[in-house]
């Protein structure tokens, strides 16, 4: 039961272009969404979190959306750099429990 | 400021032998969490400790997967026997209260575990 789902396992865009990665949730109670950026080798490492009170949070090059009635939020990357080509891992927090759950992550390329 | 650190960053065992993993959070930080990552798949959380008690082990395979966090700084995980699919990236993250929404994880670079 994945109650976080990033449906694109890879996107690839130019250098310079947008990149949008889209995230999915099915669980109601998750109030606290998260975008984390992962290099080969390395551990996750915060990129920016997003409240369900907002919906648009942005922090330089990258704007995360929430639309909660539709339970999808997407990160927007503009423009895109080279050195973001990494896996982005989308997750959610909620309920008592403050645990984050973790989508199976979308490899981005961003090409020269 | 130094990052979380783990150790060993590479381990192959055989199927049934023991195993064991090592954390250093990051200085102050009072929450420590262990993840598994199967290839493929996002982290999955096995337990979390603030200072040194547990407050979520609810997916950690108790049979077989122990953990602790000594005076409340480093901590390890135990796999005793593994098993074939416990080939994962082993990560273990930090953060700076007792969890929460905002209370960001910063995590280390994970401890690659080969069963075969």
């Known amino acids: 039961d994945q109650q976080v789902k990033q449906n694109s396992p890879s996107l690839s865009v130019q250098e310079g272009r947008i990149s949008i990665l889209n995230c999915d949730y099915t669980?109601?109670?998750?109030?606290?969404f998260l975008w984390y950026k992962k290099y080969p080798a390395e551990g996750p490492t915060f990129l920016i979190s997003i409240s369900s009170i907002k919906d648009k949070n942005e922090d330089g090059r990258f704007t995360v959306f929430l639309n909660k009635s539709a339970k999808h939020l997407s990160l927007h990357i503009v423009p895109s750099q080279p050195g973001d080509s990494a896996v982005y891992f989308c997750?959610?927090?909620?309920?008592?429990?403050?645990?984050?759950?973790f989508g199976k992550g979308t490899l981005l390329t961003v090409n020269p | 400021e130094a990052g979380v650190a783990q150790s060993p960053r590479y381990k192959i065992i055989e199927k049934r032998q023991s195993v064991a993993f090592w954390c250093n959070p990051i200085?102050?930080?009072?929450?420590l969490y262990w993840y598994q990552q199967i290839l493929g798949q996002g982290p999955k959380l096995l337990i979390q400790f603030q200072n040194n008690g547990v407050v979520d082990d609810s997916q950690l395979p108790k049979d077989r997967f122990s953990a602790e966090r000594l005076k409340g700084v480093d901590s390890t995980l135990k796999i005793q026997p593994a098993k074939l699919e416990d080939s994962a990236v082993y990560l273990c993250a930090s953060s700076l209260f007792g969890g929460g929404s905002t209370d960001t994880q910063y995590f280390g670079p994970g401890t690659r575990l080969t069963v075969l």
């Open positions: 200085s102050g930080h009072a929450t």
């Open positions: 669980n109601s109670m998750f109030d606290y």
């Open positions: 997750a959610a927090d909620g309920g008592s429990n403050y645990k984050l759950t």
